[in-house]
């Protein structure tokens, strides 16, 4: 199991970046789509996930900024991220809930992260 980010760095306040998620999975299902992240000091917070429901869920502080969209086809997970702000700056991780076709228990994986700057 890979999950593969990638599309971080540098860019200005108001600016804009495209994280993807690139998951590569195997025999797996997967269940649920993530982007989280975590800035120097501080806990890992969810940024947005799409379930089961294909509905997506955003956190408080990027709602109305950033998109979340998947390809279940390609199995890839973007992150639209407009109007960023320095406090968006973060090291951003994807993650992905699979589960094997035979079996009901969810298991989490995770990316290496890319680190996401927003800088004047």
């Known amino acids: 199991v890979q999950l593969q980010a990638s599309g971080g760095g540098l860019v200005h306040p108001g600016g804009s970046l495209r994280l993807s998620c690139e998951a590569s999975?195997?025999?797996?299902?997967?269940?649920?789509m993530g982007w989280h992240r975590r800035a120097p000091g501080k806990q890992r917070e969810l940024v947005a996930h799409?379930?089961?429901?294909?509905?997506?869920i955003y956190s408080d502080s990027v709602r109305g900024r950033f998109t979340i969209s998947r390809d279940s086809g390609k199995r890839t997970l973007d992150l639209q991220m407009n109007s960023l702000k320095t406090e968006d700056s973060a090291v951003y991780y994807c993650n992905a809930g699979l589960v094997r076709p035979d079996e009901k228990n969810v298991v989490d994986y995770w990316g290496q992260g890319t680190q996401v700057t927003v800088s004047s």
């Open positions: 799409i379930g089961p429901s294909g509905i997506p």
């Open positions: 999975v195997g025999s797996f299902n997967i269940v649920y």
